[in-house]
């Protein structure tokens, strides 16, 4: 069965995700910006493996310890899409901006791309891409557990930002309705900020991409 955690970490208070197969323990960690020894306390604590690292972007809040667990723990990096190479260039200078710890470029061990898939243990989760609020941005998805980590694509009754470089506010709304809304109402996302919600409570209310009365 899979499982997770969610432990808020940065000044950002971003949603990092700890995934993992109940069988055998086998864990990933999505969006590890920052806290590292707060999320390896809590792998311990839960007895799991750490084997990978999941992008859904990169962001400094989402990928900005990314490099350092990699080379602390050898962990591979899956993701996100080649389309954010330019942000992971950047990580360097995006953590002096927002006075981030230094945080390390590096290059993926596997890019994703739409209709890819990822595994941990006996767990395989779906792969989106959801371009928008960066241009590779990616989503995971499993349908086993009807949950959804969706990053800064959408949050509850609001959507990502569009404002930085290469970002787009209709791509953004393409993303969500024809990638995110085919997944189910009844999916649970867990959003890059903020509190989960479903697909379905947000095509009735979120103000920016609820389906018309």
Partial sequence: MFRYLTVPVTAFAQNCSLVWCDQTLQAAVIDPGGDLD????????LGLKLEQ??????????????????????LPIIGPHPA????????????????????????????LKDGD????????????????HT?????????????????????AGSIGRT??????????????????WPMGDDTVFIPGHGPESTFGRERRSNPYVADPA
């Avoid at 707060?38 to 604590?45: C, I, K, M, S, T």
């Avoid at 690292?53 to 050898?74: F, S």
């Avoid at 243990?121 to 928008?132: Q, S, Y």
């Avoid at 404002?163 to 995110?180: C, V, Y």
């Fill in 117 to 132: 898939t990822v595994t941990v243990g006996n767990c395989t989760l779906a792969v989106r891409h959801c371009p928008g």
């Fill in 53 to 74: 690292i999941w992008l859904t972007h990169a962001h400094i809040d989402h990928a900005g310890g990314a490099g350092e667990l990699a080379e602390r723990l050898h």
């Fill in 84 to 111: 954010d190479q330019f942000w992971i260039d950047g990580l360097p200078g995006q953590s002096k901006m927002f006075g981030f710890p230094p945080a390390k470029a590096f290059t993926p061990t596997r890019w």
């Fill in 163 to 180: 404002d930085f470089p290469q970002g787009d506010h209709d791509t953004l709304i393409a993303s969500i309705k024809n990638r995110l």
């Fill in 38 to 45: 707060l999320l390896l306390e809590q792998a311990e604590n």
């Fill in 135 to 155: 241009p590779g941005h990616v989503v995971f998805y499993s349908s086993e557990a009807r949950r959804a980590f969706v990053g800064d694509v959408l949050f």
